[in-house]
């Protein structure tokens, strides 16, 4: 076996091919975080125009009931959204509503932190949710260099979310080809031990920083050259970042973590234009990179996820604007999330002291749902990583690669969750061979109000989003048959 020009024994067991042989066991799967720097209007992003206190509370800001894109009778996107709309359609975006946290800082700088970090709100913590992740599972980087980078940040300054026990677990780039050309032509790594003091350990810290980026700039260009992106992106900032890790994740660059930023949602003032503009540019990379990973044949080996420190208050202020507020939604797209709206719509008659909304998902419930239901995390790495349990959401799709012995056995229908709801819920089943499959929601009249699935399904297991908006509350049953199979169960809808 060769690597890099040598030659290692087989059966040989060296550091190196451990770690190796730890990465190519990894999952595979890719996860790409956009972050929307200032703080995104969620209630000005997915619309509750079905609702009177939206319009009263924003006079001039509220966006028309026939311009909205519908979700249904009460929730619709902002029309700036209209690239999402398909994506929506073929059920590779989730919206989760109401995310937040308990008792929220309205600070950009600290709110930053927290999502970064992963803390409670009056915890301050010096390592990132993702950068802990990394460091429970590479705890000797970056002492022992991986094969590849673990985590890649394009553009801006270092995230805080990335740094691990041992320092930063990623790299930050702006273009492959520019980060290579300013990497190859420093020298090499000294050899020559650094003096036993304080500024000795400080300079081996920069020489070991220096041999990571020297290795990886070399993997990132490798990886940026086999690759060509097969669609036009939009000529924005996030655009480009996005077109980059398209084509990263195409080229072969095993890296498990992408970070990507847009910023300019702090609108204070002059809102309406401003923020159309941000969403048409959010929407239009999303759009041109779900397409870009189809043409590129990987699409189903990345999901992405968008977070902002905070959402907007509800009311509009006096410069046509919105001021720091609470939760918001946020968007989870691929075509192995679990698309629609997820979660509680939201209620003008459960407001906090200062008059916004009180969450309803905390958001480190997105980041274990994302590392345990995606990376396959366990859940002692999962309280390690976020300091303690927290419920993970249906909201992705079983595992891709599923080992023989980890498929279903038997016919199942499961009970749905949440349950009650309001006005969506997940039902999941399982197939123990391929199958001619019916998923049907009755009233309790025994009246068919949706088919949710009909036709052959292959072995596996399966997950169904069923939305009551526009129905009455009341008990619903859904009904999975499979050739003799026959399964109902019960759900309450509760408005």
């Not at 200062?354 to 995606?374: H, N, S």
């Amino acid at each position: 076996m060769m690597i890099s020009g040598f030659t290692i024994r087989s059966f040989g067991r060296t550091p190196l091919l451990e770690t190796i042989g730890k990465y190519y066991h990894s999952t595979g799967r890719v996860l790409v975080v956009v972050q929307l720097a200032g703080g995104n209007d969620g209630l000005n992003t997915i619309i509750p125009f079905g609702m009177s206190q939206y319009y009263n509370t924003r006079p001039t800001l509220g966006i028309p009931q026939n311009e909205v894109l519908a979700l249904n009778s009460v929730m619709g996107l902002h029309p700036s959204l209209g690239p999402l709309v398909p994506l929506l359609n073929d059920g590779k975006v989730t919206i989760v509503q109401g995310v937040g946290y308990a008792n929220p800082n309205r600070s950009h700088f600290r709110s930053t932190d927290i999502w970064f970090t992963a803390t409670d709100s009056e915890v301050t913590e010096t390592t990132g949710w993702l950068g802990r992740d990394l460091s429970y599972n590479y705890p000797d980087y970056p002492g022992v260099l991986t094969p590849y980078p673990l985590a890649l940040q394009i553009g801006g300054y270092p995230s805080l979310g990335l740094q691990g026990a041992n320092g930063g677990m990623g790299v930050t780039i702006t273009d492959p080809n520019q980060f290579y050309q300013l990497i190859i032509g420093t020298v090499g790594f000294v050899d020559d031990p650094p003096p036993n003091t304080p500024a000795g350990a400080e300079l081996l810290y920069l020489r070991t920083i220096e041999q990571e980026a020297i290795q990886y700039a070399t993997v990132i260009k490798n990886a940026a050259d086999h690759a060509t992106n097969q669609t036009t992106y939009p000529n924005t900032s996030l655009a480009a970042q996005m077109a980059i890790v398209a084509r990263l994740i195409a080229g072969g660059l095993q890296c498990p973590i992408y970070m990507v930023s847009q910023g300019g949602f702090d609108t204070h003032a002059t809102q309406l234009g401003r923020h159309a503009t941000l969403l048409s540019e959010l929407a239009g990379a999303i759009a041109a990179f779900q397409t870009d990973l189809g043409l590129l044949n990987v699409t189903d080996n990345v999901i992405g996820m968008t977070f902002s420190e905070f959402g907007r208050r509800i009311a509009e202020n006096g410069s046509a604007g919105t001021d720091h507020g609470t939760s918001a939604p946020q968007f989870l797209f691929g075509t192995k999330v679990v698309g629609g709206l997820y979660g509680t719509s939201p209620d003008f008659t459960r407001l906090d002291a200062t008059g916004d909304f009180i969450f309803d998902i905390d958001f480190r419930q997105l980041y274990a749902t994302v590392l345990g239901a995606w990376f396959g995390a366990p859940e002692t790495e999962l309280q390690t990583v976020l300091f303690r349990h927290f419920d993970q959401l249906p909201i992705i799709q079983s595992p891709t690669h599923v080992g023989e012995s980890d498929q279903p056995v038997t016919f199942s229908l499961k009970q749905n969750y949440p349950n009650p709801f309001n006005p969506t819920t997940i039902i999941r089943y399982e197939i123990p061979v391929e199958s001619f499959i019916t998923l049907t929601v009755y009233n309790e009249l025994g009246q068919e109000v949706r088919e949710l699935h009909r036709g052959v399904q292959a072995r596996g297991r399966y997950i169904s989003l069923f939305d009551a908006s526009g129905l009455a509350s009341g008990v619903y049953f859904c009904r999975m048959t499979a050739g003799g199979f026959v399964d109902t169960k019960k759900m309450l809808f509760v408005k």
